[in-house]
């Protein structure tokens, strides 16, 4: 976006919202800054690692799913998966309810072996948390997954604009 692009959009905002896109933005740039630090600890790139999150967190998928789930093309995700493979954090099997498809799925023990680069992360973020009572942690909820399903349907706009 152009600085006079979001000067305009800028004046439009009170003080605190133009704080709160701020501080969106820097967290952004931060978490992907930290997810690359840490998927080179891993000897991944950043994409494989976050793709490897979001089967951790759906279970056994197909690369199609995968690919809805990430906003990625689905020959992007065809890559990220045999990388994951190739360094043992998934397999491929095949669907028990359709045995013309494959799944993918987590090497349990593998990705657990990653949790000792999250202990601190979790526990800063369960403090941080334990500070709101229970209506502001659902407006922050709220707006969070707000936030999530706009950043994936603006993915896919872009993803659009390409073809």
Do not use: W
């Amino acid at each position: 976006m152009s600085s006079d692009n979001r000067q305009h959009l800028d004046g439009d905002l009170t003080p605190l919202q133009q704080e709160l896109l701020l501080e969106l933005r820097k967290n952004s740039a931060r978490a992907v800054m930290l997810h690359q630090t840490i998927s080179e600890k891993l000897a991944l790139n950043a994409t494989d690692h976050k793709c490897l999150d979001f089967l951790m967190n759906s279970g056994p998928v197909t690369a199609g799913r995968l690919a809805e789930l990430t906003g990625l093309t689905t020959g992007a995700v065809t890559n990220v998966i045999d990388r994951l493979e190739n360094a043992g954090y998934i397999v491929r099997e095949k669907d028990p309810s359709d045995r013309r498809k494959v799944v993918v799925k987590p090497v349990v023990s593998q990705v657990n072996s990653m949790n000792p680069l999250f202990d601190s992360l979790m526990r800063r973020t369960l403090q941080i948390m334990s500070q709101y009572d229970e209506r502001e942690t659902g407006v922050i909820l709220n707006f969070l997954r707000e936030c999530n399903d706009m950043t994936l349907e603006e993915m896919n706009k872009l993803k659009e604009d390409r073809e």
